[in-house]
Each structure stands twice: as structure tokens, then as C-alpha cells.
């Protein structure tokens, strides 16, 4: 960002970029003026509280993390399909994705290379990312944080997220909109005026 000549921006984080975000707060905190996380709890909080429900909801987490190249050599042979079902026990309606935005994600996903980054980022995030949200876990976020949720998806059934982020985080706000994990595909007007009254406001 300072490369484009940004001292200090706002960030908007869903889920993957969210966990990213987590942890740009934590480094890089001074540069953001106020940030929001789309559907994500704590990387950390989700390992720490793994039981039967979150591993059977979330089971691409553990697949993805076992050793390469297992993960790469069995979605491989099934992108696609693999894409179109993990999508779908997000959502269970992947009709909220367009023709063209589903089918950019089948390319890319096709691409072993893709496959391998994505589960080197799952492998990272239950072995080095662990390590480094434990150290930080008495850190809090400093900026202005909205946390918003999809209400029918798992994570909004699962957890009382803002009491989570109030303890990760010194000024909180959120609530929970009626979609599934896919906020910006399933509920657009709703996450769009929430992020929109965030940011504007002072």
C-alpha cells in the first residue's frame, strides 16, 4: 500500500482474505484506519474449540492440511467437482455465484498450482499461523473493527461471534446478516449498506 503511495486505508477481509486481515492488524495495525471481517472467526479460536459439528462442516480444513502432495493429487483429478461441492456445503445454493464468476473459479481451481497454494495456505494456517495468533493472543486490534456474519451460515449458528471479536479486538461492532457463509453473493444490499454506514461514518 505504500507503494501506491497509502499511509493509512480501510480493509474489508471474508473469511481466507479475513484471516489475512486478522493478522495485518495485529503487524501493521497504525496503517489501518478501520477494518471489517466478513464471516471469520479467530483462526486460532477454531482449532482451539474443533469438535465434531465445525470438522464436518469445515472438513476441507483438515483434508487441506495433511502433507503435500495428497490434497493436490486427489482434487486433481476432480477440480471441478471438488470446487462445486466445498462451494456448496458453504452455501447450499451456489446459484448466487454467476455463470462467469463460477467459471473463473473452475479455471483458476484447475490450475494445479492454484490447488497446491491453497492448501499451503491451510497448511500454514494450522502450523505457523498457530503459533504466531498464540503469541499474539493478549494483542488486541486497535482500530475501529465490524464484524459481520451470515446468520444461516455455520459460523453464525456455531458462535457468538462478536463476544469472540470483543475479546481479540478494543472497539467492536456487528451483527449478524440473513445469509449463508457467501455474504456479498447472497445478501449484496444488506453487506453493502452495513460496510458502506461503517466506513463513512467519521
Known sequence: MSQLDYESFHVIGHDRGARVLHRMLLDYGKCIK???????????????????AF???????????????????????????????????????????????LAEYVRCFSDPATIHGISEDYRASASIDLLHDEADLQQKVQCPLLVLWGTNGFLGRHYDILAIWRERAKMVQGYGI?????????????????????????
Not at 58 to 75: G, S
Not at 76 to 98: H, M, P, W
Not at 180 to 202: D, I, K, N, V
Open 55 to 101: 470438522a464436518t462442516a469445515f472438513y476441507h480444513w483438515f483434508f487441506l492440511i495433511q502433507p503435500a502432495e495428497l490434497p493436490e493429487r486427489l482434487i486433481a483429478g476432480q477440480a471441478e467437482y471438488f470446487l462445486r461441492s466445498t462451494l456448496k456445503s458453504l452455501s447450499r445454493d451456489i446459484s448466487v455465484f454467476t455463470p462467469e464468476a
Open 178 to 202: 440473513p445469509s449463508g457463509h457467501f455474504l456479498a453473493e447472497e445478501a449484496p444490499e444488506e453487506t453493502y449498506h452495513a460496510l458502506q454506514l461503517f466506513f463513512s461514518q467519521g
Open 34 to 52: 478501520k477494518a471489517a471481517i466478513l464471516d471469520m472467526v479467530p483462526t486460532y479460536e477454531t482449532y482451539a474449540t474443533t469438535d465434531k
